[in-house]
């Protein structure tokens, strides 16, 4: 009986792992790296034949988890909002390297990068090659450009 509370720890321990793995690391690991903090105390629990022990060590290693390594594991597991390189482009500025008209597409080099580039909407004016423009938005690899 005093084993009881050791595998219930282990198997309890055992699902949030589960869990974690089907949620696909939805929770940050919190569930995992719990998880495994009941299954490693309620074996210590298991190998000294103690109940006190095994829910002590869980405790122990749960807190030290929480309290030291959570907000290092979060800032790993989580991606910063940094925009992406194409939102990046928006209101760059850029040096056009072949025409564009109204009607025609041409290119424009934006910080190294050769990209196609048409006119803004309702914009008249050609730019030719070495004109300056700047990116109003972006339609796949295609530039609106003003």
């Known amino acids: 009986m005093r084993n009881l509370w ?12 589960l869990v974690e ?16 903090c009941l299954m490693v105390g ?22 030290v988890y929480l309290v030291f390594f959570r907000k290092y594991v979060r800032s790993k597991v989580t991606a910063p909002d940094k925009p ?3 939102d990046t ?18 290119q424009v080099r934006v910080g190294g990068e050769v990209w196609r580039a048409t006119l803004v909407e309702g914009s008249q004016e050609t730019r030719a090659a070495g004109q300056s423009v700047v990116v109003e938005s972006v339609d796949g690899v295609t530039l609106h450009v003003r």
């Open 6 to 17: 050791n595998w219930m720890l282990v198997f309890s321990g055992l699902g949030m792992v």
């Open 21 to 36: 793995v089907l949620l696909g690391a939805f929770t940050g690991f919190d569930f995992a790296l719990v998880g495994t």
């Open 42 to 63: 309620g074996g210590v629990g298991l190998f000294f034949g103690s109940a006190k022990v095994g829910l002590a060590s869980t405790a122990a290693l749960a807190a």
């Open 84 to 86: 992406s390189n194409v």
């Open 89 to 106: 482009l928006i209101g760059r500025k850029g040096v056009v390297t072949e025409e564009i008209g109204p009607h025609n597409a041409g």
